[in-house]
């Protein structure tokens, strides 16, 4: 038996946020387990591992917490979610409702209302006749812009306010890592975000017939508890917005800088959904989160003790060339699908059918405007514990 690898990079530490692929392939390289000193914990990178990772919810448990923090043995200094942290039978009821609110006939309902908003958010940024040039930023024109407007309207916000929804997630995202500089930055605000938040989770601050609305509808019901109601429209807060916006802009920064996939897809527009996936798959959004290990759980040839924290690196997973033939590539000959960019097993992301559905809206919307797409500058990068993410990617189009 080999001893187990140990790494003594930070993953949280700026080097590694900038640039993610060195570390990544120092643990895909390491072994299917390794131990990362830097906070006393265990990483699973390789795809296998992970996948059977995330499947195993007896052995790695989220309750706990996804963060860095252990709640089986420290007080909880953060509010932890009723559904993407906790375990069977505690989760099976939100997860039902939320399954059911964002599900098939939900995307059916909402398909052409998004494509309009898409449409007309497109609209006005491509300003100009054909054969034109315009100049705009993807990351605040666009991918900032939309999940606010098309899941805020889904969810039945007041407009009043919505300029709290991606501040408060990206404090939140922060605060699954460490204590660091990223999340004392957040501090200052997040008392005011998470009372908004909560605030907003409140029946009377939300329309009747929208998701939150429906939520509450099914604690009336008796599917949750009218307890648990404020808990479950939180995590659409916690969960629905920036991960999509960077998503988003994953997609359009590998469409920008891969010209004759912009082509390709120009020329097939059904392939909206493939480039996302693969965007998703290529650039993992959210790159981590933990799990807490429940009793000694072997992984390969060692063994995460009872107790410890292990993040899963879905980022690296997403690019091991055991499972991906070129899988530094955004290419979209490939099938993506099986990707762990959002999750896997009893967590997968419950909203992936309609982040999937933006982003079509959107892609089509770009595609019959846009003939070509450049880089006008570098992209500039947002720092996040758990996300991959954009502050700013400066596009420029020749209108079709
Ligand atoms: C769970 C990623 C969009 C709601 C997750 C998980 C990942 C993820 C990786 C699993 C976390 C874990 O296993 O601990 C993403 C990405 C998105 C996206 C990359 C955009 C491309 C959305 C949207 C919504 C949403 C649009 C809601 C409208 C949720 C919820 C959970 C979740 C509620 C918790 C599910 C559970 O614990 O059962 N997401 N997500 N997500 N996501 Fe998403």
């Known amino acids: 038996m080999?001893?187990?690898?140990?790494?003594?990079?930070?993953?949280?530490?700026t080097e590694v946020l900038t640039d993610p692929y060195p570390l990544e392939r120092a643990l895909l390289d390491a072994g299917p387990l390794s131990y990362l000193s830097a906070h006393g914990i265990y990483a699973v990178a390789r795809y296998d591992a992970v996948y059977a990772a995330l499947r195993n919810w007896q052995g790695f448990q989220s309750g706990a917490g996804v963060g860095l923090s252990n709640f089986r043995t420290e007080k909880p200094w953060r509010q932890l979610s009723i559904v993407v942290e906790a375990d069977p039978p505690h989760h099976d009821a939100p997860r039902r409702v939320l399954a059911n609110l964002l599900g098939p006939r939900a995307q059916r309902r909402l398909r052409a209302e998004w494509m309009a908003k898409a449409h007309k958010m497109v609209g006005k940024v491509l300003d100009g006749t054909p054969g034109s040039t315009v100049e705009f930023d993807a990351v605040t024109a666009i991918a900032e812009k939309f999940p606010p407007r098309a899941v805020g309207d889904a969810l039945g916000l007041p407009e009043e306010g919505r300029e709290n929804l991606l501040p408060f997630s990206d404090f939140l995202l922060n605060a699954f890592g460490p204590r660091n500089e990223l999340v004392a930055a957040g501090?200052?605000?997040?008392?005011?975000?998470?009372?908004?938040?909560?605030?907003?989770?409140?029946?009377?601050?939300?329309?009747?017939?929208?998701?939150?609305?429906?939520?509450?509808?099914?604690?009336?019901?008796?599917?949750?508890?009218?307890?648990?109601?404020?808990?479950?429209?939180?995590?659409l807060f916690a969960a629905g917005f920036n991960t999509t916006v960077h998503a988003l802009?994953?997609?359009?920064?590998?469409?920008?800088?891969?010209?004759?996939?912009?082509?390709?897809?120009?020329?097939?527009?059904?392939?909206?959904?493939?480039?996302?996936?693969?965007?998703?798959?290529?650039?993992?959004?959210?790159?981590?989160?933990?799990?807490?290990?429940v009793g000694d759980v072997p992984?390969?040839?060692?063994?995460?003790?009872?107790?410890?924290?292990?993040?899963?690196?879905?980022?690296?997973?997403?690019?091991?060339?055991?499972?991906?033939?070129?899988?530094?590539?955004?290419?979209?000959?490939?099938?993506?699908?099986?990707h762990v960019g959002f999750g896997f097993g009893l967590h997968q992301c419950v909203g992936q059918n309609l982040a999937r559905l933006e982003a079509e809206c959107l892609i089509t919307a770009l595609a019959e405007r846009v003939e070509t797409l450049e880089l006008a500058a570098p992209g500039e990068r947002r720092l996040n514990n758990t996300l991959r993410a954009w502050h700013s990617i400066p596009v420029r189009a020749r209108l079709a």
Do not use: Y
Request: glycine share 6%; hydrophobic share 45%.
């Open 2 to 13: 080999t001893s187990l690898p140990v790494i003594d990079i930070d993953p949280f530490g």
């Open 187 to 235: 501090a200052p605000h997040a008392k005011f975000l998470t009372t908004w938040v909560m605030e907003h989770c409140r029946r009377d601050a939300l329309t009747e017939d929208g998701l939150g609305g429906q939520i509450w509808a099914a604690a009336d019901r008796g599917e949750i508890t009218h307890e648990q109601a404020p808990g479950v429209v939180r995590s």
């Open 249 to 293: 802009a994953a997609v359009m920064h590998a469409l920008v800088t891969h010209p004759e996939q912009w082509a390709r897809l120009r020329a097939e527009p059904s392939l909206a959904r493939i480039a996302f996936d693969e965007a998703v798959r290529w650039a993992s959004p959210v790159q981590t989160f933990f799990r807490t290990a």
């Open 299 to 338: 992984v390969g040839d060692h063994v995460v003790p009872d107790g410890a924290k292990v993040l899963m690196f879905l980022g690296a997973a997403n690019r091991d060339p055991r499972r991906w033939a070129d899988p530094e590539k955004f290419d979209l000959s490939r099938d993506p699908s099986g």
